[in-house]
């Protein structure tokens, strides 16, 4: 297992979640979901790194899933 990846993958979780959960985002989905995809890209993720991975990509579709749905039900109907 390599140590450098494995404090990357430590770092963007934290450091993700705390970004996702604030109200006014210093670094947006987008830039997260790169992060994730060039560690997801690496031939050296061991099989739990790789689930790890696969688990924060998936953290962040279900934040874009209810942002989208949380802004949706806030806009008036048109009528």
């Not at 494995?6 to 109200?23: F, G, K, N, P, Y």
């Not at 060039?38 to 998936?58: A, P």
């Amino acid at each position: 297992m390599n140590p450098i990846i494995e404090r990357d993958i430590l770092h963007v979780t934290q450091v993700m979640r705390a970004s996702l959960c604030q109200c006014e985002q210093t670094l947006d989905v987008d830039y997260w979901r790169r992060r994730l995809t060039v560690l997801l890209d690496l031939d050296s993720l061991t099989e739990s790194q790789r689930y790890s991975v696969e688990g924060l990509l998936h953290e962040i579709d279900e934040f874009e899933q209810e942002t989208h749905s949380t802004h949706a039900a806030a806009l008036p109907l048109a009528g």
